[in-house]
């Protein structure tokens, strides 16, 4: 029986034609969500852009479905976890705009310095206003880039072209690679915000990156740079941004997303100083035609037996393996969130280690877990299970896997150390009791034992009479409960680490009262 496609968005005819040699489909745009329902049923493949949601309730209504295709890198509207669970591979085309989106970076930076929105509509509405749009030059001026991924490094390679100087900040891409592409590396945020004229953003859109640059970060910025940011919105907070405009602290800005899109009303709209476009980002032919052909390429694959280019949900694993490792995936989870919160610096290689029964078996999945957890933090790809490890090569990262036998105090143990020459962190982590409970027992070799939580506080501080008071004191006065405390040093009155289970989120703005009220500056919060 002849296998069925449906698209429910627009592709290319050379991709429809490619599917119909092969299969019988069906084109159906606009659908309501109770009409996909009705036609997803005898469905072998299904593939969308953006303008489809396909939810959890949609996923399940299908019979035969076998792999869902987004012509584009977004899978928001996919609820990836409910496909996973009733085994429909998710696909997508990362690549496919890669060049356009950095094409559209340069141009909104060009038409941010030389005001080409405001003059076009200047001279458009009968006014002759040559002296009111002075702009600056490119050349000599410097470039920073936050994220370098493939879309930072094209707009890298582009701006050298136009004579600007390039510096890029993504601790999780070697020395190798910067030096190959020519490009300086920047240790520190604040090494980007000191020389950048410009600063372009090209960070994924998580937990981590939501409001990262908000009025704090703005004003560490040199006066008058001017913000890009071409990749998620969400990143920027877009009443901050308005407000350092309006103060002169920032120059201007060129944005393409948005907190919430569709978006017809924002903070920025209101000022000359930004360049505004609706997510255009992918939008050129090329850029859609190329993620039409590389779906339908790869559901060609996978509905005659093949395997998929791009997956973006788990691959197969024997139920044997799955059976046996499963205890350990959340602990996995948990140190790979941990360390990319806790490390400082350039990261160049990471060891995980494996004792005791754990490292008998194949524990590959359990390293793409933790890759996962730390390279989705500054990945402007999407990481996953299956892209990861390719991911980490290419940023230079040195990736090894040790096993070591029998550990002396645990039945498991899982050990991450990572970094570089000049700065190296640890942290291991194990599992006890009849629901596998992770646990973490050390950081950077001061032993604790503490179950992980959803909002944690990870102070180092002398150890001296009075710093446990200090702390508790600080918290109560913000109105943040500790669960639960756990202490670990090495020598009396030497170095020691406090670790807090908190009962609720400590916000940027908290964290810094907490500094200042209890005059404690190394401190880290982790929210899982």
């Keep these: 029986m002849i296998k069925k496609v449906l698209i429910t968005d627009g592709l290319s005819d050379e991709s429809k034609k ?48 076998e792999v869902i295709g987004r012509a584009g890198i977004g899978v928001d509207n996919i609820d990836v976890s409910a496909a996973t669970k009733k ?71 582009k701006a050298i072209c136009l004579g600007i100087k390039v510096i890029a900040y993504d601790p999780f891409v070697s020395e190798d690679r910067f030096r190959q592409l020519e490009i300086r590396k920047a240790n520190t945020l604040d090494d980007i915000y000191k020389e950048a004229d410009f600063i372009s953003i090209h960070l994924p859109k998580n937990k981590d990156t939501i409001g990262m640059f908000n009025r704090e970060e703005f004003y560490k ?35 393409d997303v948005y907190e919430k899109e569709p978006c017809t009303d924002s903070p920025v709209f209101k000022l000359e100083s930004v360049v505004c476009t609706p997510h255009l980002g992918a939008s050129t032919e090329e850029a859609q035609d190329r993620a039409g052909t590389i779906i339908a390429d790869q559901v060609i694959d996978i509905l005659n037996g093949k395997t998929a280019t791009f997956p973006v949900n788990m691959p197969a694993i024997r ?31 990471l060891k995980i280690g494996y004792s005791g029964k754990v490292s008998e078996y194949d524990v590959r999945i359990l390293t793409s877990t933790i890759l996962v957890k730390i390279l989705e933090k500054y990945s402007a790809e999407n990481v996953n299970l299956v892209n990861v490890d390719l991911l980490a090569k290419g940023m230079g990262l040195e990736v090894k896997e040790v096993k070591g036998g029998d550990s002396k105090d645990y039945v498991n ?45 990870f102070i180092k501080y002398k150890d001296i009479p009075g710093q446990i008071g200090k702390i508790g004191t600080a918290f109560g006065k913000l109105g943040v409960n500790i669960a639960s405390m756990h202490v670990g040093r090495k020598k009396l009155s030497g170095d020691a680490i406090m670790v807090l289970n908190l009962d609720n989120e400590v916000t940027p703005e908290m964290l810094e009262e907490f500094k200042k009220q209890a005059g404690f500056k190394n401190i880290k919060i982790v929210n899982l």
């Excluded at 990362?94 to 930076?109: F, Y």
């Excluded at 600056?136 to 707009?155: M, P, R, W």
């Excluded at 990143?235 to 405009?245: C, G, N, R, Y």
């Excluded at 393996?321 to 140190?335: A, Q, R, T, W």
Aim: charged share 25%; hydrophobic share 45%; net charge neutral.
């Design 413 to 457: 143990l899982i050990t991450l150390e990572g970094g570089s020459k000049d700065n190296i962190l640890s942290i291991s982590g194990t599992t006890t009791g009849k629901k596998d409970t992770p646990r973490f027992i050390a950081i950077d070799k001061f032993e604790i034992d503490m179950v992980p939580s959803s909002h944690m506080a």
């Design 221 to 255: 910025m040199k006066k008058g740079t001017i913000i890009l940011n071409v990749a998620r919105g969400g990143i920027i907070v877009e009443k901050d941004i308005a407000e350092a405009l309006e103060d002169g602290q920032l120059g201007g800005a060129a944005l």
């Design 18 to 65: 490619k599917l119909r040699g092969y299969f019988k489909v069906t084109e159906k745009k606009g659908l309501a969500p109770e009409k996909l329902k009705e036609e997803i049923k005898g469905v072998s493949a299904i593939i969308i852009r953006s303008a489809t949601k396909l939810s959890a309730d949609i996923i399940e209504a299908s019979d035969k479905l």
């Design 319 to 349: 139920p044997e393996l799955i059976n046996v490792l499963s205890p350990f995936f959340e602990l996995c989870e948990d140190l790979g969130i941990l360390f990319v919160n806790l490390f400082e610096g350039n990261m160049d290689c």
């Design 87 to 157: 085994g429909i591979l998710v696909i997508n085309a990362p690549a496919s705009n890669a060049v356009t989106v950095a094409e559209h970076t340069i141009a909104l930076l060009l038409s941010t310095v030389r005001k080409i929105p405001e003059a076009n509509f200047s001279l458009k509405s009968g006014k002759w206003e040559k002296s009111k749009f002075g702009g600056v030059e490119l050349e000599g001026k410097t470039l920073g880039i936050i994220g370098f991924g493939q879309i930072g490094g094209l707009v890298a390679k």
